[in-house]
């Protein structure tokens, strides 16, 4: 059971239906008596319930962990929220954007020489999120041994921080405040770690170790260098790490992204060429529609049909007769709906099943 405060506009855009996806919603007016009532017919049998109104909200509307406990004391409460339950920044407000800022991920996004920017995809949201999706899978692990519920609480910018541990290494060995690097390493303590130009795009490259740096030698044709001071040990490379990228770049726009992708996968160097395609969503090595590697020699079944249906009744569930995806050549594509209206799918029947 999640609860969450109703979208003023809710539409059925492609992230709203990948994000609730195989979820029955309902709606409940928890400031009138009968929502309360509801819940509380639900609390009883739920497992695990899920909130992320700001600190305090289910508190005041007499909902919270210490009455829910005391109606279910097997269940799992768990709370999302931008600062924690506790200390001084609880009652600020937060959304991924202002948690990249106060978290510190804005002050080391983007190039030396510009304004701090924030990560492309919505990090925090997400990091918070399985955060906490591990924390409930804890502590029901724990209410097996001991049968007694918890209260598990994330904050979403104590969720981030590990992700910010290479800047922290960075202040702890200079002193200093940890700069924006571009896509250079945010430590700035590896090399070649960087985005280099090809001649019909970009790669990206990453040496983890020596030997690696040997194998990059051999595909670039500079064996020559392998006992140049500069470059034989990764402490070298670092110091004079304008260099090194000036000796991987020089290489890279000479061939095409793909064909530099092909040489570093050769000589088995961490390397990927950038893509940046619309009309498709990427692909791993694993074929998504299957468990079968790409490449086994056994077909993949085609679900194509059954995703298209439960797609179209998602749609339905989100937007009613409004909404809907269509189909090119086997990729679904969202179609442009007007807004959907919430759906109130009738509370009482579905607790008297």
């Given at each position: 059971m999640k609860l969450a405060s109703a979208c003023q506009a809710p539409s059925a855009t492609l992230p709203f239906a990948m994000l609730n996806q195989n979820?029955?919603?309902?709606?409940?007016?928890?400031?009138?008596?009968?929502?309360?009532?509801?819940?509380?017919?639900?609390?009883?049998?739920?497992?695990?319930?899920?909130?992320?109104?700001?600190?305090?909200?289910?508190?005041?509307?007499?909902?919270?962990?210490?009455?829910?406990?005391?109606?279910?004391?097997?269940?799992?409460?768990?709370?999302?929220?931008?600062?924690?339950?506790s200390g001084p920044d609880r009652d600020n407000l937060a959304m991924d954007m202002t948690?990249?800022?106060?978290?510190?991920?804005?002050?080391?996004?983007?190039?030396?020489?510009?304004?701090?920017?924030?990560?492309?995809?919505?990090?925090?949201?997400?990091?918070?999120?399985?955060?906490?999706y591990a924390g409930?899978?804890?502590?029901?692990?724990?209410?097996?041994?001991?049968?007694a519920g918890r209260l598990v609480e994330v904050a979403m910018q104590e969720?981030?921080?590990p992700t910010l541990a290479a800047s922290y290494d960075y202040y702890y060995r200079t002193g200093n405040i940890p700069p924006r690097t571009g896509n250079r390493q945010s430590g700035l303590n590896s090399a070649p770690y960087n985005v280099f130009a090809t001649a019909d795009g970009h790669v990206a490259i990453h040496v983890v170790t020596e030997a690696h740096f040997q194998n990059l030698l051999k595909a670039m044709g500079r064996e020559?260098?392998?006992?140049?001071?500069?470059?034989?040990?990764?402490?070298?490379?670092?110091?004079?790490?304008?260099?090194?990228?000036?000796?991987?770049?020089?290489?890279?726009?000479?061939?095409?992204?793909?064909?530099?992708?092909?040489?570093?996968?050769?000589?088995?160097?961490h390397a990927r060429a950038r893509h940046a395609r619309a009309d498709r969503p990427p692909r791993t090595r694993r074929d998504r529609r299957s468990n079968e590697p790409a490449g086994s020699g056994r077909r993949a079944p085609d679900h194509r049909p059954a995703q298209r249906r439960d797609l179209r009744r998602l749609a339905r569930l989100v937007g009613g007769r409004n909404c809907g995806f269509g189909g090119n050549r086997g990729h679904?594509?969202?179609?442009?709906?007007?807004?959907?209206?919430?759906?109130?799918?009738?509370?009482?029947?579905?607790?008297?099943r």
């Open positions: 979820k029955h919603a309902i709606t409940l007016n928890l400031k009138h008596e009968r929502g309360r009532e509801l819940l509380f017919r639900m609390v009883e049998r739920a497992d695990v319930l899920l909130e992320n109104f700001s600190h305090g909200t289910m508190d005041d509307l007499g909902v919270g962990w210490s009455r829910l406990h005391e109606l279910n004391p097997r269940l799992i409460y768990a709370t999302g929220t931008g600062f924690g339950i948690i990249h800022g106060a978290s510190g991920i804005m002050s080391v996004t983007g190039f030396p020489d510009g304004p701090p920017v924030k990560a492309g995809p919505t990090l925090v949201d997400f990091m918070g999120g399985i955060h906490l409930i899978l804890t502590a029901l692990y724990d209410r097996r041994r001991n049968g969720a981030v921080w020559d260098l392998k006992d140049d001071p500069r470059f034989a040990t990764n402490a070298a490379r670092v110091v004079h790490i304008d260099e090194t990228d000036a000796l991987v770049e020089v290489w890279t726009r000479t061939l095409g992204k793909m064909d530099v992708f092909a040489l570093t996968k050769a000589y088995r160097i679904l594509t969202p179609v442009p709906l007007p807004a959907a209206q919430i759906i109130n799918k009738g509370v009482d029947s579905q607790l008297s």
